[in-house]
């Protein structure tokens, strides 16, 4: 079992900045990845970023330019920074680590992007 807790959600005007952490505990195998969803009221899943435990990254195409994913694979921590956030950003966002064959999520930090 994996567990992953999510902090750094928040309310910020457009334009803003935060940073997300989650810090996973539990059995993680070392070929694991690390990555960020985000669900929007009314709206499906979607993945934000990931980032293997080597570095690899991959970015939707909605947030290129604007956040940044990065982990500390000795505190099992991955973060992210979320530059120029717009309105369109106000979303639940989850924490996902895949390892081992399986999928765990967190429980949610709430974003608002609201002038």
């Known amino acids: 079992q994996v567990q992953l807790v999510e902090s750094g959600g928040g309310l910020v005007q457009p334009g803003g900045s935060l940073r997300l952490s989650c810090v996973a505990s539990?059995?993680?195998?070392?070929?694991?990845?690390m990555g960020w969803y985000r669900q929007a009221p009314g709206k499906q899943r979607e993945r934000v970023a990931f980032i293997s435990r080597y570095g690899m990254l991959n970015y939707a195409d909605s947030v290129k330019g604007r956040f940044t994913i990065s982990r500390d694979n000795a505190k099992n921590t991955v973060y992210l920074q979320m530059n120029s956030l717009k309105p369109e950003d106000t979303a639940v966002y989850y924490c996902?680590?895949?390892?081992?064959?399986?999928?765990?999520w967190g429980q949610g930090t709430q974003v608002t992007v609201s002038s």
């Open positions: 996902n680590a895949a390892t081992g064959g399986l999928g765990y």
């Open positions: 539990g059995r993680i195998f070392s070929d694991n990845i």
